[in-house]
DNA sequence: CCAAAAGTGTTTATGATACACCCATGA
DNA sequence: TCATGGGTGTATCATAAACACTTTTGG
């Protein structure tokens, strides 16, 4: 190919990512929020962002702001959105592509970066963050709960091992509504991507829960067949 | 708010957005590409698409360059995914924000731009197009077909009045299946989104087939109670 | 021994699938 | 009258939902 003339310029403009981060503490769903300590909007709360370098792509750019704030690399990312609206931003003509991570709290011993002040907060009762982050959660969580239908997102939020009383949970809080138990268990033994161990986990209760992990062989056998954990969403 | 210093501005970057331009001719679900006009890439085909300017928004945007090419305005146009592989383009770093358009075919008397060349293709046979097109009108297709379990896409790709059988091929040809006539009738019925009309399209039979019409009003009664039309995909 | 959480099955209801014949009409 | 596409109903099967009691054990 011959030499060929660059774009016009004139309308370049930066392009961000922000990061929707939902973390599972064991008993109810998260969302990670930090405090700016910069214009605009300091002192408010926000989702975690930053911009697109020419050197990266937005994947890349997610997995940077992610590994910033926690620590954590090879997290589960998914572009969720992408923010145009021309006065979003009110320093400069910004998009903005939006991602969700899904974390489990304890799994890793998050080491929240001192950099920011950044809070868990319960993902029905968290502050208004900053220009259209709000969107941007909600829009979230939609996708994570038709996700949580037709994929076992359990292997990102939860432990390496976990009783079904903590999957159960997980799912109640995802979708903020109670789920029978016989019917839960039943249905998530019957998608056959669970390995029960002989260990017990005795923190909650005399009895003892039997702890279960995942096996990622055994989901990617059986997801030619389709994954579908049925919850009635009324 | 005092003056606030705009971004630093050495990673701003070109964003364009490509159109994945579904239409439905009453017979099979097709798709619009152009011959590019241009370098680089003359002669090859490809989505439609432009440029963001700093004046629009991304749906402003998609809207734009839909107009241009089609001359239709108010046309369903749903953001799809951001691409941002580094040299996607060859030509200059760009972001390109897909979205896709539904389009019943002759329902507008399509006036193709003779600024393009442009050419409908079957769903299931069409050129390989340039730089990452062909990812993005896969995953256009696999949302299309989500949509189409979930939502009466009918509203956008059929003419305002059509046959059931018209509404099956759609349906046949979006998902590349047979689908059981008597099963497919029942379940469309009982969705109550349709008004069945007293003409008959006599154009394909002696006997004619009943003309039916899209009730907005009645799918806006009955979404809350969840729209969804399984259609069982082997 | 008892409080508290873990564990376990059955029945019913709903919806999906499979399947085949009659109808209306213009040529 | 007959060829062609239009229109219709039922029986079976699979899965979701509703529902309550027994087990275990540390304190």
Redesign the interface.
Known sequence: ??K????????????AVDCIIFGFDNERLKLLLIKRSF??EIGKWSLMGG?????????QAAARVLKNLTGLENIYLE?L??Y???DRD??????S?AYFALISIDKYKIQISKDHDAKWFDINDYPKPIFDHSKMIKKALVRLRRKALTYPIGFELLPEKFTMKQLQDLYESIFNKEIDKRNFISKVISLNVLIKTEEKDKSTSKKGAFLYRFDENKYNENKKQGYNLSIK?K
Do not use: A, G, W
């Open positions: 190919m011959n060929i003339k660059r774009y016009n310029s004139t309308d370049k403009v930066m392009v214009e605009p911009f697109l370098k020419k050197s990266e792509n937005l994947d572009q959105y992408s145009s609206k021309i009110p320093v400069d003509r910004t998009i592509v969403l």
